[in-house]
Each structure stands twice: as C-alpha cells, then as structure tokens.
C-alpha cells in the first residue's frame, strides 16, 4: 500500500503563486510516475503535470510556462509550484502514483487539496 497526502492549497489572487505538495509513504521507492491532477466542479478529472518514469516533467498545454513539478526523492515528497495563477486553475488538486508491480497495475490517490483562484 502507498499513502499520499496533499498541502499547501489555499486562497490566491489572480496572477499569484502558490506551491502544493505531496509525501508519499509505504511501497514507494522512486517518486518517478508521481504526479499532480485536478477537478473543477462539473468537470472530469484532468492531468497537470507528471515525473516520468526516467525523472522528466511533462505538463499539460494549459499551465505549461507557468507551472513546475518537481521533487525530493530522499523525502518521497512530489511539489507542484503554481504561477500566474488564472480563476481557471481553481480545482481541487490530487497526486497520484500509479506503479507497475509485478505485471500488476496499481493506483494510489490523496485526498486533495482545494485550490482557489480569485479575479
């Protein structure tokens, strides 16, 4: 099993920063496949930004030049910095693992943290 638990959102003004993160503990041994994804009401659960699996960054369209995800392997800890910060971006925002064990594929979610945005 693998736990993961979010902090850091809040409340934020439009074309503010804010920076969100994830420690991961249990059966983890690289935070590469970790990433960060988020759900505005109404809508479906949309990606952000992942470490691949060979520790690259790969973000979504929408938030490419503005966010960054980044981590601590040592700490098993995942950030996601969010800058220039639009009302759109209001979601709550999940990390997920989604490790591949022994031909199994596993799927881990923390709870979220809400994310809101004002104009």
């Known amino acids: 099993q693998v736990q993961l638990v979010e902090s850091g959102g809040g409340l934020v003004q439009a074309g503010g920063s804010l920076r969100v993160s994830c420690v991961a503990s249990g059966n983890i041994f690289s935070i590469n496949g970790m990433g960060w994804y988020r759900q505005a009401p109404g809508k479906q659960r949309e990606l952000v930004a992942i470490?691949?699996?060979?520790?690259?960054?790969n973000y979504a369209e929408s938030v490419k030049g503005r966010f960054t995800i980044s981590g601590d392997s040592a700490r098993k800890t995942v950030y996601l910095q969010m800058n220039s910060l639009k009302p759109e971006d209001t979601a709550v925002y999940y990390c997920?693992?989604?490790?591949?064990?022994?031909?199994?594929?596993?799927?881990?979610w923390g709870q979220g943290t809400q994310v809101t945005v004002s104009s």
């Open positions: 470490i691949t699996t060979i520790g690259l960054p």
């Open positions: 997920n693992y989604a490790p591949l064990v022994s031909g199994q594929r596993y799927d881990y």
